[in-house]
């Protein structure tokens, strides 16, 4: 009688590439907590339990930063050549990278800094017990509204379907919407959803870091 193997690998990618318009430079590398912003994110993808780590950086010098500023942690690095394309291109840039025989990918964004270890361990500790096509996060207080965002984990046969989707989507909506009966969503604190794309969010996020009660 043969022993199992491992299960299929799930990968973390974290997604560097936005242009930041709204912050008004490129965002990737400002400090935060005197670290540059998307190490936070990075941290936390990689404590969450993947079997391999993968960032998708923008062309240039940014781009060159970020590699930098994730030196020490054991990512793959692969260079969305078109981000203003939109955050679809950095998806279908991770899908084409990813190594044959992965059973999904958990993909987060790296302006949300106070994402932690362990929300990852939960997304992906829920899929392998489900092998949902789509395990989503949801935010919000317990008896109040919840908003949507990722991080969002992917099974392979949707990472497969990236390329077919129209531009004009921000994200692979189009694919959860086609499985929506069984997706499976998570919900974790209001506290953790900061996505810090103007200064405004930035200093929001210097002073949460700090203890200090939001203005």
Known sequence: MSTPGPPPPVWGVLLTAGRSTRMGKPKQLLPLGGVPLVRHAALALAGGGHDGLLAVLPPGEVGEGVRAALADLPFAFAVNPDPGRGLLGSFRVAAQTLPPGVAGANFALGDMPFLTPAMHVALV??????????????????????????????????????????????????????????????????????????????AQAEARLAGLPSV
Do not use: I, M, N, S
């Not at 921000?170 to 499985?179: F, I, K």
């Not at 997706?183 to 200064?199: K, M, N």
């Open 125 to 202: 500790r829920a899929f392998r017990e489900t092998g949902a096509p789509a395990v989503l996060a949801r935010y919000g207080d317990p008896g109040g509204e919840t908003v949507g965002a990722p991080p969002h984990l992917l099974r392979a046969d949707l990472l497969a379907e990236l390329p077919g989707l129209p531009d004009a989507d921000h994200g692979p909506r189009a694919l959860v919407r086609g499985h929506r009966a069984q997706v499976v969503t998570l919900t974790f604190p209001a506290e953790h959803l900061l996505d810090v794309d103007t200064p405004e969010a930035l």
